[in-house]
T-cell receptor
Framework: AQTVTQSQPEMSVQEAETVTLSCTYD???????LFWYKQPPSRQMILVIR??????QNATENRFSVNFQKAAKSFSLKISDSQLGDTAMYFC????????????FGKGTLLTVNP | DAGVIQSPRHEVTEMGQEVTLRCKPI?????LFWYRQTMMRGLELLIY????????DSGMPEDRFSAKMPNASFSTLKIQPSEPRDSAVYFC??????????????FGAGSRLTVL
């Protein structure tokens, strides 16, 4: 079974600075997808960014980018120019490729952006 | 699109009472998921429907939990009788599931259940 590990339960960063959240996963599959979801205090789970395992290029969405190291099974999220609205729980998630539907989540990292 | 709509947003009930949580998925999505979130266990998949048919209910904790999807636009998760340990946030999510692709899930805002 796939597992997703987020080793940082909590992190904090100053507004406008850069922060990196860590995620590692374990799988024997070669075709899969990785995601970062954000859960602000409103509780809504929001997709931040996704990465296809077959793509070598790291995904980027505005201030959010990933460092995908396939051999190391590592998938970290970098948030540049942190904003107060980035304060949230961040979940890393894994999904096997093909028609497999299961999304496996890590335990989450609580990020606080300080003014 | 209004997104995935869940109701109620909050529910407080007493042990032994029946609880029904409701979900309206995004129109056109063919798959629906119920997740439960607790501090101890994180996000757990309870049940998954594809084309209104339950495909995997192995995550449903026990017989007190049941889920239905009578049509493509509505699903319910019922707990009867409820117990304090059922207190959690219950999320509904939907997706257009294909044989290839990321099949990204869109989540509702969740229903926070408190069983006293």
């Amino acid at each position: 079974a796939q597992t997703v590990t987020q080793s940082q339960p909590e992190m904090s960063v100053q507004e406008a600075e850069t922060v990196t959240l860590s995620c590692t996963y374990d799988t024997s599959e070669s075709n899969y997808y990785l995601f970062w979801y954000k859960q602000p205090p409103s509780r809504q789970m929001i997709l931040v960014i996704r990465q296809e395992a077959y793509k070598q290029q790291n995904a980027t969405e505005n201030r959010f980018s990933v460092n995908f190291q396939k051999a190391a099974k590592s998938f970290s999220l970098k948030i540049s120019d942190s904003q107060l609205g980035d304060t949230a729980m961040y979940f890393c998630a894994f999904k096997q490729g093909g028609s497999n539907y299961k999304l496996t989540f890590g335990k989450g990292t609580l990020l606080t952006v300080n003014p | 699109d209004a997104g995935v709509i869940q109701s109620p947003r909050h529910e407080v009930t007493e042990m032994g009472q029946e609880v029904t949580l409701r979900c309206k998925p995004i129109s056109g999505h063919n798959s629906l998921f119920w997740y439960r979130q607790t501090m101890m266990r994180g996000l757990e998949l309870l049940i998954y429907f594809n084309n209104n048919v339950p495909i995997d209910d192995s995550g449903m904790p026990e017989d007190r939990f049941s889920a239905k999807m009578p049509n493509a636009s509505f699903s319910t998760l019922k707990i009867q009788p409820s117990e304090p340990r059922d207190s959690a946030v219950y999320f509904c999510a939907s997706s257009f599931l294909q044989s290839t692709g990321a099949n990204v899930l869109t989540f509702g805002a969740g229903s926070r259940l408190t069983v006293l």
